[in-house]
């Protein structure tokens, strides 16, 4: 059975530092993976996917994710931290049906 | 305006009282799913939809019943509703999987609470 692992319960980070929320995965067979953001009292948002191709994956509100095989890791990371980007962070993996599986969610907190 | 939403956003009740918690997308989708959020766990699949008539179990199904009758709705029902159900529900939907889709859009999520 797939599984997801995000090994940092709370990321801090100060505005204009480079951000990274951790993400490793198990699945077999081919990975499909995403990233959500969930504000406070808000449903989750997708901020960006890896199915297949290039290993750095861009996606929304200028994140982008790193696919590494070897490692099975998928981080997001940001160059230049906003405090607007505070929120919780969720890794997700979906196997060769449609069943999903998500990680337990990384609160990032950027500091002004 | 394209969106899933949900109704209620907000339940109280008792253990045992059967409730249904709706859910209806206005974005054709095929594929609709339930969720259970819990602190420190995340989301968990309860139930999925790839298309009308169509359901299967996600990690977490027991306690818990759905229907997909249309393709527009997928209502998430708790015949005899216990505590530990209590929890923060999103439904979602997205067009099946593959390389240009399989983006699921959530709803805003309803906060229940058995007593």
């Known amino acids: 059975a797939q599984s997801v692992a995000q090994p940092e319960d709370q990321v801090n980070v100060a505005e204009g530092n480079p951000l990274t929320v951790k993400c490793t995965y198990s699945v077999s067979g081919n990975p499909y993976l995403f990233w959500y953001v969930q504000y406070p009292n808000r449903g989750l948002q997708f901020l960006l996917k890896y199915i297949t191709g290039d290993n750095l994956v861009k996606g929304s509100y200028g994140f982008e994710a790193e696919f590494n095989k070897s490692q099975t890791s998928f981080h997001l990371k940001k160059p230049s931290a906003l405090v607007s980007d505070s929120a919780l962070y969720f890794c997700?993996?979906?196997?060769?049906?449609?069943?999903?599986?998500f990680g337990p969610g990384t609160r990032l907190s950027v500091l002004p | 305006e394209a969106q899933v939403t949900q109704n209620p956003r907000y339940l109280i009740t008792v253990t045992g009282k059967k409730l249904t918690v709706t859910c209806s997308q206005n974005m054709n989708h095929e594929y609709m799913s339930w969720y259970r959020q819990d602190p420190g766990l995340g989301l968990r699949q309860i139930y999925y939809s790839m298309n009308v008539e169509v359901t299967d179990k996600g990690d977490v199904p027991e306690g818990y019943k759905v229907s997909r009758k249309e393709k527009r709705n997928f209502p998430l029902i708790l015949e005899s509703p216990s505590p530990n159900q209590t929890s923060l529900y999103f439904c979602?939907?997205?067009?099946?999987?593959?390389?240009?889709?399989?983006?699921?859009?959530f709803g805003p999520g309803t906060r229940l609470t058995v007593l």
């Open positions: 997700a993996v979906r196997d060769r049906g449609q069943n999903f599986v």
């Open positions: 979602a939907s997205s067009f099946p999987g593959g390389i240009k889709t399989d983006t699921q859009y």
